[in-house]
């Protein structure tokens, strides 16, 4: 009988292992496997730099696929050394064990459709996932990163190289689930005085991505009511609809298709902006 329950905890926990592997193998499937430096970095004039800040959502959690890992030849990213590449599905690179597509390629892409050929986008990623405003707002230390003052390190590498046009904004879902989300929207329009004080232009653009529809906590819908507020107070910001995209299952999380469609509404709602 001893023997009998050995062999069956062995067993189990062998199909459980294996699981594990086909899900992180399907994850990471078609990730980069090499890093394409960008040996000509355009003069600062001509690099527009896009900071991606935020949690899980803009850090990324969709499935990469090959689309997603088809350099352009105008879209940058930094690596983890702070080096420019060429851009590729995942951006993030802090919490390598959930990393996946978030909206920036897309975003890039569907930018220089609409900008002067001689301009270039340089992407850089902040996000962590499971980050509240309030750990922003005091420079916490979550999931090894010191999120206010890698921000700053990386806006003030991104100004080394280029122009600061924008921050792309996609967090709440952990503030819906504290009794701090009533103040949102405060300290919203803290952190982002606080960015732009760093980039040095208070006029800086602001791209706020909604949270998603499809979840079951009535606070999302009152975190986008703040979020919506906060643009209506802020002439150089914007909101990004998102009632329309999926989720990938988990009631949390876009799907590959949302991050992508995302990615177009940030870069549409840029151009609109600028006009």
Not at 37 to 49: F, H, I, R, T
Not at 146 to 166: C, D, H, I, P, W
Not at 171 to 192: C, H, W
Request: with cysteine; charged share 20%.
């Amino acid at each position: 009988m001893t023997k009998r329950i050995i062999l069956v905890t062995i067993l189990t926990f062998s199909v459980i292992s294996w699981c594990n592997g086909q899900d992180k193998d399907e994850r990471t499937k078609f990730f980069p496997k090499i890093e394409l430096s960008v040996l000509n970095v355009p003069n600062k004039e001509n690099l527009w730099v896009f900071i991606l800040a935020g949690q899980s959502n803009m850090a990324g959690r969709g499935l990469v696929e090959p689309q997603d890992t088809v350099p352009n030849k105008r879209v940058y990213t930094l690596n983890k050394q702070g080096k420019i590449i060429f851009a590729k599905e995942p951006l993030h690179f802090y919490e390598p064990s959930m990393a996946g597509l978030d909206s920036g390629l897309s975003f890039g892409k569907a930018l220089i459709r609409q900008i002067p050929d001689s301009i270039s986008v340089l992407l850089i990623p902040t996000a962590v996932g499971g980050s509240s405003i309030s750990q922003w707002l005091n420079d916490s230390i979550h999931r090894d990163v010191k999120l206010f003052s890698n921000f700053k390190q990386k806006a003030e590498l991104g100004m080394r190289y280029g122009t600061v046009k924008g921050i792309l904004w996609h967090q709440g879902e952990s503030d819906a689930k504290t009794k701090e989300a009533p103040m949102y929207q405060i300290k919203l329009s803290e952190l982002f005085y606080q960015f732009r004080k760093i980039i040095g232009n208070q006029e800086t653009t602001v791209l706020i991505g909604q949270l998603g529809s499809y979840s079951t906590n009535p606070l999302w819908s009152k975190i986008n009511d703040h979020i919506k507020y906060y643009v209506s107070t802020d002439p150089n910001s914007g909101m990004i609809n998102t009632q329309d995209l999926n989720d990938k299952g988990d009631k949390v999380h876009f799907n590959s298709e949302a991050q992508r469609l995302m990615g177009e509404r940030f870069a549409n709602e840029f151009i609109i902006l600028q006009h």
